[in-house]
């Protein structure tokens, strides 16, 4: 298929839409036609010295219609330089690119920390050994080698042995509360569709506007 062809077929957003309801029916397809990690997205934060960041995480969950603050939820090591970045200054950057549907999705928004109940179901729904990672990694601070990571796994394997492996206090996970959502998709000859959503604050209603590519 063409850049051509795929742009004639390519749904455009609707400004009648409810951003969360676009973002599932694209969430969907990218689910059925990317090769791996649909849910794999950026994040951006800043540092102290106000210096950007830039990873890739992956997507947990997004919230029902009706939940309040509704957003999209990754986990990670609240001490690792991520974690500490969210912190301190909890607003965000994401960004979703599923190359096989040629979309884009840019979200920016402020950031809180789950329940405990939510993360400790989570948690409990990882494989083993990643819980076990969980406790053993301590995210982006120096490793000496990698036989100390490796002893740090035989460790926390013993310690826990055949019984659960509870979630550490540092290990959670951050919603993001979108208050900027756009919607990219690509046109024939760069002729690109962009639609953004705004609010000022979390539960307000949504204003749209279409850009020029």
């Given amino acids: 298929m063409t850049s ?3 742009a004639t077929k390519s749904a455009e957003a609707s400004p009648a839409d409810d951003p969360f309801a676009t973002f599932a029916a694209w969430y969907s397809e990218a689910q059925k ?3 791996n990690d649909a849910n794999a997205m950026s994040l951006a934060t800043v540092d102290g010295a106000g210096l950007p960041n830039v990873r890739m995480v992956l997507l947990k969950d997004v919230d029902d219609a009706g939940a309040p603050n509704r ?3 990754f986990y990670t090591n609240f001490e690792g330089v991520k974690g500490r970045e969210v912190l301190a200054n909890p607003k965000v ?3 979703f690119h599923w190359k096989s549907l040629r979309r884009q999705i840019r979200i920016r928004g402020t950031v809180t920390v789950v329940a405990d109940d939510e993360a400790d179901a989570y948690f409990a729904s990882r494989a083993r050994l990643s819980r076990i990672g969980a406790w053993a990694s301590q995210q982006s601070r120096p490793l000496e080698s990698k036989f100390a990571l490796e002893a740090q796994v035989a460790k926390y394997t013993a310690k826990f042995g ?5 979630r550490p206090s540092y290990w959670s996970g951050f919603r993001v509360t979108p ?5 990219w998709s690509d046109g024939a000859f760069r002729l690109h569709d962009r639609l953004v959503f705004r609010r000022s604050e979390p539960g307000q209603s949504w204003s749209t506007t279409r850009l020029y590519p």
């Fill in 33 to 35: 036609s990317e090769p």
């Fill in 162 to 166: 055949v019984g659960e492996i509870p």
């Fill in 4 to 6: 051509n062809d795929h």
């Fill in 71 to 73: 957003g999209f939820v």
């Fill in 93 to 95: 950057a994401l960004g």
């Fill in 179 to 183: 208050l900027e959502i756009e919607f």
